[in-house]
C-alpha cells in the first residue's frame, strides 16, 4: 500500500449530489487502476488508465461515472448524481507498467469510502 | 462469464494451527493468480503469487497450491497467528488483459488465541 495516495478516505453525499475521489500514484508510476468494493465482496475492475488515456472502461458504468488522469495531478473517478447504490469502498491501484505479471508491482491506495445518504 | 469464487465465507482457527483458504476460478485461459490479504479499511496487500505453469510456490509462512485440472488455487497459511485475520481475496488475471485483477468474494479468517 505504500504510496498509493487516495483522499478523501471517508465522504459522505446526499443522493444526487457528485462525488470526486482522488488517487495519486506511486512515484514513478504511470498507469492506474479504479476499483469498486461493495460490502463483504470483492473488488471490481472499472478503469485502466495513463496520463491523459483511458485505455479499458469496461467495468465502469455507462452513465454518471467518469474517471481521468491528467497530465498534472491526480486521478480522479467522478462520480455524477449519486444514488444509494454507489455506495461502496472504492480504492486505486498504480504499477509502473501496463504488464503488470507480478502482482507485487501493482499497489493498491487504502481506499476512498463512499456513503450516500 | 468471469467468475473467481470461494467455497468458505469464513474460516475460524486456532492460533498457531495451519489454515486453508480456497478459491475456484471458472476460466480455463486464467494464467496468473494472486492471494491478498485486506485488514478492516485498508486497500488489498499482496501476499503471493503462482502463474499457471507451476502447481506450488512458497513463501515465507505461506503456500499457494494450484490445480488446473479442476480448476482450484488454495492458500496455506503456516501457523497462523492473530495477525493474519482478515479477509482473503484470490484474483487472477488473463493473457489478452493482463493488467486487470478479477478478484473473488473473499474468506474471512479468525485466529482464536
Known amino acids: 500500500n505504500a504510496g498509493v495516495m487516495q483522499n478523501p478516505r471517508h465522504l459522505v453525499r446526499r443522493r444526487g449530489q457528485e462525488a470526486r475521489l482522488r488517487c495519486s500514484p506511486m512515484k514513478g508510476h504511470s498507469h492506474v487502476y479504479w476499483y469498486r468494493q461493495l460490502p463483504e465482496e470483492g473488488l471490481k475492475f472499472m478503469v485502466y488508465?495513463?496520463?491523459?488515456?483511458?485505455?479499458?472502461e469496461s467495468g465502469m458504468p455507462k452513465e454518471r461515472f467518469s474517471a481521468e488522469f491528467p497530465k498534472e495531478g491526480p486521478s480522479i473517478l467522478r462520480i455524477q448524481q449519486v444514488v444509494r447504490g454507489d455506495s461502496a469502498a472504492y480504492f486505486c491501484?498504480?504499477?509502473?507498467?501496463?504488464?503488470?505479471?507480478?502482482?507485487?508491482?501493482?499497489?493498491f491506495g487504502e481506499g476512498s469510502w463512499l456513503t450516500v445518504v | 462469464g468471469e467468475s473467481v469464487g470461494l467455497h468458505l465465507p469464513t474460516l475460524s482457527v486456532q492460533e498457531g494451527d495451519n489454515s486453508i483458504i480456497n478459491c475456484a476460478y471458472s476460466n480455463s485461459a486464467s494464467d496468473y493468480f494472486i492471494w491478498y490479504k485486506q485488514e478492516s479499511g485498508k486497500g488489498p496487500q499482496f501476499i503471493i503469487d503462482?502463474?499457471?505453469?507451476?502447481d506450488k510456490r512458497q513463501g515465507q509462512r505461506v503456500t499457494v497450491l494450484l490445480n488446473k485440472t479442476v480448476k482450484h488455487l488454495s492458500l496455506q497459511i503456516a501457523a497462523t497467528q492473530p495477525g493474519d485475520s482478515a479477509v482473503y481475496f484470490c484474483?487472477?488475471?488473463?493473457?489478452?488483459?493482463?493488467?486487470?485483477?478479477?478478484f473473488g468474494s473473499g474468506t474471512r479468517l479468525l485466529v482464536r488465541p
Open positions: 503462482i502463474r499457471s505453469n507451476m
Open positions: 488508465l495513463q496520463k491523459e488515456n483511458i485505455i479499458d
Open positions: 491501484a498504480s504499477s509502473p507498467n501496463s504488464v503488470p505479471r507480478n502482482g507485487n508491482t501493482i499497489y
Open positions: 484474483a487472477e488475471t488473463r493473457m489478452d488483459s493482463s493488467y486487470k485483477l478479477i
